[in-house]
């Protein structure tokens, strides 16, 4: 397969999943494995997520102008941004300490994925069944106190299987975020992070990205950004009625199935 369209499928991968609680990651880098591509230290797989977060900024791009134009004068908007920054804080720390690590171990080693899927889908089941009555209706409403918590969990998906954004709105829901406030949550809080990831990996890799790398990163960049962009409305409203636990059921099946491969002696 030409690595021009194996870019362009996982560029579509990783838009369809990156808002999903699946880990985008995770199936970045099973779908890789599966094509043949070849992406050595994980930077197509962190760059082309810049291709969602631009999809985000532009589906709420309203709001964004919004907070961004009231900085100087709107105690509201203010608030908004110092709230995604004391959220940001926790994954700034876990990715300068650990992202090295992550991409060099973790990234070749699909098991941990596949485990992370199981743990990850059980815990949704458990969350959507147990968890405390919604005490915040209005992303705007979501205390600091509260932003900083749902950024812990956040750092803890580092680890590739747990998932960005299932992290985020899992934690969201413990703390007492309503579903689509706890989605919409993890929608803003993706763009300074995945921004800050990017950048990073960008940085780190400056002097050596070939031309044939920066093609295939806008390949999938293109894709990611038209995928993402499809998915966010529609899986905002199929939350608001029905919830999370058809994620949860597909992580852990995923996960054992994955679990089944590598037992059988795939991806050695």
């Known amino acids: 397969m030409p690595p021009a369209l194996q ?17 985008s990651t995770a199936h970045l880098l ?3 494995r ?9 930077v197509f797989t962190v760059m082309i997520q810049l291709g969602s ?10 709001t964004i102008f919004k907070v961004v134009a009231g900085l100087p004068t709107s105690p509201e908007a203010r608030r908004f ?23 060099r171990v973790l990234y070749n080693t699909l098991a941990v994925s596949a485990v992370t899927f199981v743990l990850g889908g059980i815990v949704i089941l458990i969350v959507e069944r147990y968890r405390p009555g919604a005490t915040v209706h ?12 749902i950024g812990v969990c956040q750092a803890v998906a580092i680890v590739p299987g747990v998932s960005r954004s299932g992290a985020t709105i899992i934690g969201g829901l413990v703390l007492g975020l ?8 993890s929608f803003f809080l993706a763009m300074p992070t995945l921004t800050a990831a990017f950048a990073n ?3 780190k890799v400056r002097h050596d990205i070939t031309t044939a790398q920066t093609t295939n990163i806008a390949i999938g960049f293109v894709m990611a950004f038209i995928s993402s962009a499809v998915v966010i409305r529609p899986f905002l409203n199929y939350v608001r009625r029905s919830g999370f636990q058809a994620f949860a059921w597909y992580r852990i099946v995923a996960g054992v199935g994955l679990l089944a491969a590598l037992g059988a002696g795939w991806g050695r």
């Not at 309503?178 to 949550?185: H, I, P």
Request: charged share 10%; aromatic share 10%; glycine share 12%.
């Open 7 to 23: 870019a362009a499928l996982l560029g579509i991968v990783q838009g369809v999943t990156e808002f999903l609680p699946v880990s």
């Open 138 to 149: 209005n992303v705007d409403g979501t205390p600091v106190s509260k932003a900083f918590g």
């Open 81 to 103: 941004a110092v709230m995604l920054f004391i959220a940001l804080l926790p994954a700034l720390v876990a990715g300068a300490a650990l992202s090295g690590f992550v991409t």
């Open 30 to 32: 099973i779908a890789g």
């Open 53 to 62: 977060i631009v999809a985000v900024v532009w589906l709420y791009r309203d």
């Open 201 to 203: 990996s960008l940085w």
């Open 34 to 42: 599966l094509i043949g591509f070849d992406d050595p230290g994980g």
């Open 178 to 185: 309503d579903r689509a406030v706890a989605t919409e949550f």
